[in-house]
Each structure stands twice: as structure tokens, then as C-alpha cells.
């Protein structure tokens, strides 16, 4: 039985795809360390309110009405920086700083212009 067909409670992302910063930045989170972006994680499957790979995320401890079966859809997979230890899921608003942007270009763009039907599609 997977994920989808038990009964939870899916917090969905609300972030515009187009503001995702680019794979490859280096962001500041409220721990005060620097991590860096290896992927989105819209294509994941939603990491449940008290898991630890989301300890860094403003939603680290967040019951939907107190349901126990709360799970959220998170915006990037990041690992601490510079040695890639760690992987965390975080929100795009768990970013207390952007302190090097990654590279950007019409192939990014296309990508998250199609990004939801790519991962519909299970292409991603």
C-alpha cells in the first residue's frame, strides 16, 4: 500500500515554481549553517510533520488539527556545505539568507515552466 492511499493530510507547497532558486545555490537556514541545493523536492514523495529530515523547517513539529497523519510537500533537498552531509527538506521560506546564487539558464526555465507536468507524468 503507498503513501497516496492511506488516509493523511497533504500540506501542498503554495511557492510559484517560477521563484525556486536554481540547483547549486548555497542558502542560510535558522541553524545558522550553510547548505546547499541538490534538487527540488516537489517530485518527492511528502515527508511526514515529525520526520527528521525536515528538523530544519519552519513545519518540523506541525499537526494539520492535531491529525498524526500530517505530511508536507516540501521545495528543495538541500545537504550541509561544503562537505554534502545531512540531507534535510525544506521550504523555500526555511531560507533565512541566499548567499550564492547557482547557474540559471533557458533550459532551467524551461524546466520549471513544465515542471508540473513532468512530474505528473512521472518523467522526473
Known amino acids: 500500500m503507498g503513501l497516496f492511499s492511506r488516509n493523511i493530510e497533504i500540506v501542498r507547497s503554495n511557492l510559484d515554481i517560477s521563484t525556486l532558486l536554481p540547483i547549486g545555490s ?7 549553517k550553510k547548505y546547499i ?14 520526520s527528521e529530515d525536515i528538523i530544519n ?19 528543495y533537498v538541500v545537504t550541509e556545505y561544503p562537505m554534502g552531509n545531512n540531507k534535510q527538506y525544506i521550504l ?14 533557458n533550459q532551467r526555465y524551461s524546466f520549471l515552466n513544465n515542471i508540473d507536468s513532468i512530474i505528473e507524468g512521472g518523467i522526473y
Open 57 to 75: 523547517s519552519e513545519v518540523y513539529n506541525e499537526r494539520i488539527d492535531n491529525n498524526p497523519k500530517t505530511y508536507y510537500e516540501m521545495d
Open 92 to 105: 523555500h521560506s526555511d531560507i533565512y539568507g541566499v548567499l550564492f546564487q547557482g547557474y540559471s539558464d
Open 37 to 50: 541545493i541538490n534538487s527540488y523536492a516537489r517530485n518527492s514523495e511528502p515527508i511526514k510533520y515529525d
Open 26 to 32: 548555497i542558502v542560510e537556514l535558522n541553524d545558522g
